[in-house]
Nanobody
């Protein structure tokens, strides 16, 4: 079993930055693809970014160039650096661990964190 705990959310002004952390426990996630998702009020959860176990990264078009996913395997932590934040980035952000090493759109996400709120004011 893997437990995921997100942190780092908060309130920030448009144009600002936040760094989210996802700490994994239970076992190492170095061999798992890891992802970040978000869900805004009244909307479905959407993909934000993912990292295959080897470090290849993938981004939603809406965050490309502004967000960066990274991982510290010895610490068992995954990060999401968010720059140039916009009000439309306001959402609960979730970390997830996939069942495989490599990300694809059809990968199964086996483990989820509880989420952390990000609010961007205009």
């Amino acid at each position: 079993q893997v437990q995921l705990v997100e942190s780092g959310g908060g309130l920030v002004q448009a144009g600002g930055s936040l760094r989210l952390s996802c700490a994994a426990s239970g076992r190492s996630v170095s061999n798992n693809a890891m992802g970040w998702f978000r869900q805004a009020p009244g909307k479905e959860r959407e993909f934000v970014a993912a990292s295959s176990s080897g470090g290849t990264t993938y981004y939603a078009d809406s965050v490309k160039g502004r967000f960066t996913i990274s991982r510290d395997n010895p610490k068992n932590v995954v990060y999401l650096q968010m720059n140039s934040l916009k009000p439309e980035d306001t959402a609960v952000y979730y970390c997830a661990a996939a069942s495989t090493r490599y990300y694809s759109r059809t990968v199964r996400w086996d483990y989820w964190g509880q989420g952390t709120q990000v609010t961007v004011s205009s």
